[in-house]
């Protein structure tokens, strides 16, 4: 059974990327906090009972089904303002907050760096963060679970609720892809 010491620090140590791999799926930085913070919710409601081992998975399953429970309201409403389209927003603002700037500021603590590697750094995470945002649906849950979440083939399977053979599949062709358009903007390592 979780202590609350280790529920809350669990819930801390996701947090961020949580809220990335699903601002990556909503595209709405506003919805992304909100199922976010649904999911670690539910965990908390639910699941608090579990071993502290067993908190990874769940929460992982609880915020994709979450992720899913948003998109099919969006569907919804959607049909509902296809027909009263006069009353559509057009809400296309962007995010303030960004994983990948976070983590670079606490790396350029570590050692010092001209402005220049600073600034070329940046850019490419930016590529990155942008290639990655352009992988399709599954391809970007499967890449994020394994490679960010690091979670094993089998979890993200469990999470995903697909075969093991489709994470590897997924995986390998972001992967491929992320490669291949980081290659073409100059990026090779």
């Known amino acids: 059974m979780a202590t609350d010491k280790e529920l809350t620090d669990f819930l801390k140590s996701v947090e961020k990327r949580a809220f990335k791999r699903t601002a990556y799926a909503v595209r709405d930085d506003d919805s992304a906090l909100d199922i976010v913070q649904d999911a670690m919710i539910r965990l908390a409601d639910k699941y608090a009972d579990r071993p502290p081992a067993e908190l990874p998975l769940l929460f992982q399953r609880i915020l994709s089904n979450a992720t899913m429970d948003w998109f099919r309201r969006q569907r919804v409403r959607n049909a509902v303002i296809q027909n009263l389209s006069d009353f559509e ?20 603590l570590l050692g010092a760096e001209s402005a220049a590697d600073t600034v070329a750094r940046a850019q490419i995470l930016q590529l990155i963060d942008s290639e990655v945002g352009q992988l399709p649906t599954r391809q970007r849950e499967a890449f994020l679970l394994r490679y960010w979440e690091e979670l094993d083939v089998a979890e993200t399977a469990a999470v995903m609720g697909c075969s093991e053979g489709s994470v590897k599949t997924h995986c390998s062709r972001a992967v491929h892809a992320l490669a291949k358009a980081l290659r073409g903007k100059g990026i090779a390592r």
Do not use: C, K, Q, V
């Open 89 to 108: 927003p057009d809400n296309d603002d962007g995010g303030d907050f960004d994983l990948l700037e976070s983590l670079e500021s606490a790396e350029g």
